[in-house]
T-cell receptor, first 109, second 114 residues
Framework: GQNIDQPTEMTATEGAIVQINCTYQTSGFNGLFWYQQHAGEAPTFLSYNVLDGLEEKGRFSSFLSRSKGYSYLLLKELQMKDSASYLCALLSGDYKLSFGAGTTVTVRA | IAGITQAPTSQILAAGRRMTLRCTQDMRHNAMYWYRQDLGLGLRLIHYSNTAGTTGKGEVPDGYSVSRANTDDFPLTLASAVPSQTSVYFC?????????????FGEGSRLTVL
């Protein structure tokens, strides 16, 4: 099975940078995902890492270290619309996606 | 616009009643999933289907059943609803042949069991 841990809540100021950490334990690994979910809406895909290193996509970057069972999502130049929950998810050996409980990010003016 | 459609959007149900949540996708994805989302617990996999005609149990399958008669439809049935099944239910699909695992989610069905 999988065990995925991420902080429950984070608060940051508009224009700042926030880093959301995710640690995991798994018996099989085929990739790590980050999803964004605004309140009352469906999750939407942000990023996917299967190899160690940094993946950059605009203001969002995601990092993976498979040997450490660790990932982070970096949000730069925060905007009010970035207030949302960010879900770390693990793709298992049989290609099922398991989610962490999510980190609620609040961006303040 | 291609995507996943769930129905109903919201439902209040008496305990003991039978309920089917509908899910239809038009992306021809082979894999489909049902998750429930509860505060503090995140998304938990109930059942999944890797291809039409096959289904499998996820993390929390008890009290739920699914069927996958064709590629597009993946209904979730609660045979006899209980209050602990009060939750938001998300249907999702993926092209598992791509092996990237990206899920596309429906808008969710909010179910309240009294």
């Amino acid at each position: 099975g999988q065990n995925i841990d991420q902080p429950t809540e984070m608060t940051a100021t508009e224009g700042a940078i926030v880093q959301i950490n995710c640690t995991y334990q798994t018996s099989g690994f085929n990739g790590l995902f980050w999803y964004q979910q605004h309140a009352g809406e469906a999750p939407t895909f942000l990023s996917y890492n299967v190899l160690d290193g940094l993946e950059e996509k605009g203001r969002f970057s995601s990092f993976l270290s498979r040997s450490k069972g660790y990932s982070y999502l970096l949000l730069k130049e925060l905007q009010m619309k970035d207030s949302a929950s960010y879900l770390c998810a693990l793709l298992s050996g049989d290609y099922k996606l398991s989610f962490g409980a999510g980190t609620t990010v609040t961006v303040r003016a | 616009i291609a995507g996943i459609t769930q129905a109903p959007t919201s439902q209040i149900l008496a305990a003991g009643r039978r309920m089917t949540l509908r899910c239809t996708q038009d992306m021809r994805h082979n894999a489909m999933y049902w998750y429930r989302q509860d505060l503090g617990l995140g998304l938990r996999l109930i059942h999944y289907s890797n291809t039409a005609g096959t289904t499998g149990k996820g993390e929390v399958p008890d009290g739920y059943s699914v069927s996958r008669a064709n590629t597009d439809d993946f209904p979730l049935t609660l045979a006899s609803a209980v209050p602990s099944q009060t939750s938001v239910y998300f249907c999702a699909s993926s092209d598992s042949t791509a092996h990237t695992g990206e899920l596309f989610f429906g808008e969710g069905s909010r179910l309240t069991v009294l």
